[in-house]
């Protein structure tokens, strides 16, 4: 496959040539008008029409009557006075992912082993004999008890077909004794894999959970999907995040066979939204950046120009790497996906790449490891643009909090981790911890750039959870009462700006989408009623009407 050299920044100077003239009314080929448009622009103005041209870069906007008058032969749509947004990007989800986990079994919300059990024999009623039983989404936080599972819990139900249920965060796996039976080595015994492990018995036989890096020795063995469930796993990923008014998903880690796949699409013209793809790790598809430079596909909806690098696990799973102990099991610090000196090794190929880093790190040890790694290898371009990202960034010292921005380091974080963690999360931390977990006022007032997201599929797809979460930090039922360290709130307006603007510089793109401007693209929402005054707790009865993409709705239909 061949990758463009064609750098992004070359492809946005075209913005700039976008000139005054352009306004004429042959050249204005759509008119939204009588709307409430909230632009999201420096200023803030909420306007009432926009015009865009044949190839959904917007030409004006302003006053409904002025532009009804200067673009009389545009194509008109009415939006009966409609709340318009700019179009909503996730800054960190999984596309792919989603779609398998559309095509599997959902155990997302189980409140029990026997929930879960219920769920996997309805799925496997339409299996054919033999093949894995795949699942994704259980979370023993919500089972009485709140212990982990055991092969024995599937055994007897499954005593024959292979098991393998990832959990909700996709840090941790459960298996059936079929499916460990195809592990690639010997599971017994007091050994761990580096940056993984094995939950065993008090006899060295292992239990049926594996954590982190441990899953891959499961993992190996099962049948690739095919090309044709790839297709129709991706197919099911995009219609479910335009149905959700996203016009944008920055997709952190794709290999280069998954990067073909979504060249292919939008090569169909079968990608209703744009597509920033990090590549997966020290890999291919890094590799292929180094040798030809920054993708960019010629239709503008899908680029390459980031790598995703893990350095711990997940807090639900005691995979997070942290300073002390766990404060629900001590001794217990957990994992280091990878050796600090080999983690600054891949930066350093990165930075003489010209590749953004995107790192994944959770735990207070595993976000001071990374912006070590920053902060060593970016040296002194620590103050150029190189917009180095921490994904997650969702146990942080308050002593590392001023790091971010001193280092011009990006936090990518996502509102529902808060309301999804907020029962059990002092449980794993203890009080103390807890003032530099999922804080993002703190960051905010540090001066950091939040760029919000989801990472569905361990959440749910739809930004207006998000925005609710960070306004809000309740679940849908009010709890807790004032907000779940309520100190650490955003603002609505500051919430949509992270799923916007941020979200969209975050991936190199301010100049093409994040607001509605002259010379930026058409990318829009239609929601179901006005921002103005609205109540926090309200977000959630917010929906999104339709998704336009280029100036072309692509939901619905």
């Known amino acids: 496959m061949s990758l463009s050299s064609t750098r992004l920044g070359l492809a946005l100077g075209l913005v700039l040539s976008v000139s005054a003239a352009t306004t004429a009314a042959a050249e204005a080929h759509t008119l939204l008008h009588n709307a409430r448009i909230h632009t999201l622009d420096?200023?803030?103005?909420?306007?009432?029409?926009?015009?865009?041209?044949?190839?959904?870069?917007?030409?004006?906007?302003?006053?409904?009557?002025?532009?009804?008058?200067?673009?009389?032969?545009?194509?008109?749509?009415?939006?009966?006075?409609?709340?318009?947004?700019?179009?909503?990007?996730?800054a960190h989800g999984h596309l792919i992912n989603l779609g398998h986990a559309l095509l599997r079994a959902n155990l997302v919300g189980a409140s029990s082993k026997q929930e879960v059990i219920q769920r996997l024999q309805a799925h496997v009623r339409d299996l054919?004999?033999?093949?894995?039983?795949?699942?994704?989404?259980?979370?023993?936080?919500?089972?009485?008890?709140?212990?982990?599972?055991?092969?024995?819990?599937?055994?007897?139900?499954?005593?024959?077909?292979?098991?393998?249920?990832?959990?909700?965060?996709?840090?941790?796996?459960?298996?059936?004794?079929?499916?460990?039976?195809?592990?690639?080595?010997?599971?017994?015994?007091?050994?761990?894999?580096?940056?993984?492990r094995i939950l065993r018995d008090p006899e060295g036989r292992p239990t049926g959970v594996f954590i982190d890096t441990a899953e891959d020795l499961v993992n190996a063995a099962i049948p690739r999907p095919s090309a044709e469930v790839e297709a129709l796993a991706l197919q099911k990923a995009v219609q479910e995040a335009v149905r959700f008014g996203l016009t944008g998903v920055h997709d952190a880690g794709v290999s280069l066979r998954q990067l073909a796949l979504?060249?292919?699409?939008?090569?169909?013209?079968?990608?209703?939204?744009?597509?920033?793809?990090?590549?997966?790790?020290?890999?291919?598809?890094?590799?292929?950046?180094?040798?030809?430079?920054?993708?960019?596909?010629?239709?503008?909806?899908?680029?390459?120009?980031?790598?995703?690098?893990?350095?711990?696990?997940?807090?639900?799973?005691?995979?997070?790497?942290?300073?002390?102990?766990?404060?629900?099991?001590?001794?217990?610090?957990?994992?280091?996906?990878?050796?600090?000196?080999?983690?600054?090794?891949?930066?350093?190929?990165?930075?003489?790449?010209?590749?953004?880093?995107?790192?994944?790190?959770i735990g207070d040890r595993g976000n001071r490891v990374v912006l070590d790694g920053f902060e060593r290898v970016l040296g002194e371009s620590a103050s150029a643009d190189h917009r180095w990202r921490i994904e997650h960034a969702q146990v942080v010292s308050l002593d590392d909090i001023p790091r971010f921005p001193r280092l011009g380091v990006i936090a990518s974080m996502q509102p529902t981790h808060a309301t999804s963690d907020m029962r059990w999360a002092q449980d794993r931390l203890g009080p103390a911890r807890l003032a530099g977990a999922y804080a993002w006022r703190r960051m905010v007032e540090a001066g950091a750039?939040?760029?919000?997201?989801?990472?569905?599929?361990?959440?749910?797809?739809?930004?207006?959870?998000?925005?609710?979460?960070?306004?809000?930090?309740?679940?849908?039922?009010?709890?807790?009462?004032?907000?779940?360290?309520?100190?650490?709130?955003?603002?609505?307006?500051?919430?949509?700006?992270?799923?916007?603007?941020?979200?969209?510089?975050?991936?190199?793109?301010?100049?093409?989408?994040?607001?509605?401007?002259?010379?930026?693209?058409?990318?829009?929402?239609?929601?179901?009623?006005?921002?103005?005054?609205?109540?926090?707790?309200?977000?959630?009865?917010?929906?999104?009407?339709?998704?336009?993409?280029?100036?072309?709705?692509?939901?619905?239909?």
């Not at 024995?152 to 459960?174: M, N, S, T, Y």
């Not at 280091?336 to 790190?361: I, M, Y």
């Not at 100190?487 to 941020?502: H, I």
């Open 42 to 90: 420096a200023d803030g103005r909420v306007v009432e029409a926009m015009a865009w041209d044949a190839q959904g870069r917007l030409l004006e906007l302003g006053d409904s009557a002025a532009l009804v008058e200067r673009h009389a032969g545009a194509a008109r749509i009415d939006a009966g006075g409609s709340t318009v947004v700019p179009g909503l990007i996730d």
């Open 262 to 361: 979504y060249r292919r699409f939008a090569d169909e013209g079968r990608l209703p939204l744009r597509v920033y793809a990090m590549a997966n790790g020290d890999a291919e598809a890094l590799d292929a950046l180094c040798a030809m430079g920054h993708y960019r596909h010629p239709g503008g909806r899908l680029q390459m120009r980031a790598v995703k690098l893990y350095i711990d696990g997940a807090l639900g799973s005691r995979g997070a790497a942290l300073i002390e102990d766990y404060s629900d099991e001590p001794g217990n610090r957990g994992l280091l996906l990878a050796e600090p000196s080999a983690f600054e090794k891949t930066l350093a190929k990165a930075r003489d790449c010209g590749v953004q880093v995107a790192a994944h790190a």
């Open 449 to 557: 750039l939040l760029a919000l997201g989801s990472d569905f599929p361990v959440e749910e797809v739809d930004p207006v959870l998000g925005l609710h979460a960070a306004a809000t930090r309740q679940d849908a039922r009010g709890w807790p009462e004032g907000g779940w360290l309520a100190s650490q709130l955003l603002s609505l307006d500051e919430a949509l700006r992270g799923f916007t603007l941020q979200a969209a510089y975050s991936g190199f793109a301010e100049a093409e989408v994040g607001s509605l401007e002259p010379g930026k693209r058409a990318d829009f929402v239609f929601l179901s009623r006005a921002l103005e005054g609205l109540d926090p707790a309200d977000i959630l009865d917010l929906r999104v009407e339709s998704t336009w993409v280029d100036g072309r709705r692509v939901h619905p239909r």
């Open 128 to 196: 054919p004999e033999g093949e894995w039983l795949l699942g994704r989404g259980w979370d023993q936080t919500r089972w009485p008890g709140g212990e982990f599972p055991t092969a024995a819990d599937l055994d007897a139900h499954f005593p024959d077909r292979p098991v393998w249920l990832e959990r909700i965060d996709g840090h941790a796996a459960w298996g059936n004794s079929a499916a460990l039976a195809f592990a690639s080595q010997p599971l017994e015994g007091d050994w761990q894999p580096e940056g993984g």
